[in-house]
């Protein structure tokens, strides 16, 4: 059945910002023997890195290093103070803003402790040495992934759509969003996605009843209608029984009418016969009485001839009001 056409908007989950995975180069050797790692040793190139990494610890709301940080549902992460002082300038408590892709995060609890730890975050954190408030030995800080890679001679080949984490092993990939994800994002990626399963299933029981509200809605116009048409027929059925009365009034008062005719007739048959029974002989003009007698007989055989001739009809041709009786003589 086509109905009208009405557009309908499901939650998908699209908050990754993403990006392709990096080109890096392989563990390849140059024809001379010489490693990849002499392109990593280079002092703008470790420095770079640490300030892509060290952007990776900066929370957006202090724009400080991040400290007891918290990740949010939507994946971003903040300071546990700093989410905290968002929450007490809202009148709402009931949910907490983010600040950077601008979803709201419901709050079952006030107390922000219970939000889940970035743990990437947090093992970066505590690899990042010295801290940037630390007087340095050297001008160049190297970030604690990029001294692994070259301490043992590793060359990442793929990087995290999420975090920008590079890694060696294998990512996880989303066939519903197409982003590489490493191991903690893949994580929260799929509780994500479990959690939308059940936006689905709520989405699913209010169409069930929706549906069956509008069957509610269907009976109750059926139940109208046939309410009409019963209607309808009442009607027509006490207009009927109105044309039936008339119609049999109308053919009692022709019977009636051959009934009265019926007895005039017998009435004249029974004077004739009382007259006849009388005898001629010794009136005063027996020829006279007896051209009487034979004319008044010759009358009534041709009422009596011509009595019941009519027929009477029923006209069903034409409508109901168009309905008549009639004599066809």
């Known amino acids: 059945m086509n109905r009208g056409v009405r557009s309908s908007r499901l939650i998908s989950y699209d908050d990754i910002t993403r990006s392709p995975p990096m080109a890096v180069p392989l563990r390849n050797k140059h024809p001379d023997g010489s490693s990849f790692r002499s392109l990593y ?25 991040l400290t007891v ?15 905290g002082q968002c929450l007490q300038t809202q009148t709402d408590k009931t949910y907490i803003g983010c600040i950077t892709c601008g979803t709201k995060q419901l709050l079952k ?3 922000l402790t219970g939000l889940p730890s970035n743990l990437h975050i947090d093992n970066m954190l505590q690899m990042m040495h010295p801290t940037p408030s630390q007087p340095t030995s050297s001008s160049v800080v190297r970030s604690p992934v990029g001294s692994y890679q070259l301490e043992n001679n590793l060359s990442p080949t793929q990087q995290c759509s999420k975090c920008q984490t590079v890694s060696e092993t294998a990512l996880h990939k989303c066939e519903h969003c197409i982003s590489l994800l490493c191991a903690i994002c893949w994580l929260a990626h799929v509780d994500e996605l479990a959690r939308q399963v059940g936006q ?71 004077q004739l016969l009382t007259s006849i029974g009388r005898p001629i002989v010794g009136s005063l003009d027996p020829v006279q009485l007896y051209l009487k007698l034979h004319k008044d007989m010759s009358a009534i055989l041709e009422e009596v001839s011509l009595w019941g001739r009519e027929r009477v009809l029923f006209n069903r041709v034409g409508t109901l009001t168009d309905t008549i009786i009639a004599k066809n003589y």
């Open 69 to 83: 940080p918290k990740m949010l549902n939507c994946q971003h992460t903040f300071c546990l103070e700093c989410l």
């Open 41 to 65: 040793e280079s002092g703008s190139k470790r420095e770079n890195m640490s300030k892509t990494i060290e952007q990776l610890l900066i929370c957006g709301l202090c724009e400080l290093r």
């Open 200 to 270: 689905l299933e709520g989405q699913l029981k209010s169409a069930n009843e929706k549906l069956d509200h509008k069957m509610i809605e269907y009976k109750s116009r059926f139940s109208e209608i046939n309410d009409e048409i019963t209607g309808c027929f009442r009607d027509k059925m006490l207009s009927l029984q109105r044309q039936q009365t008339e119609l049999l009034d109308s053919s009692q008062g022709i019977l009636n009418d051959a009934i009265y005719s019926h007895e005039m007739v017998r009435e004249k048959i029974n």
């Open 109 to 111: 609890d006030p107390d």
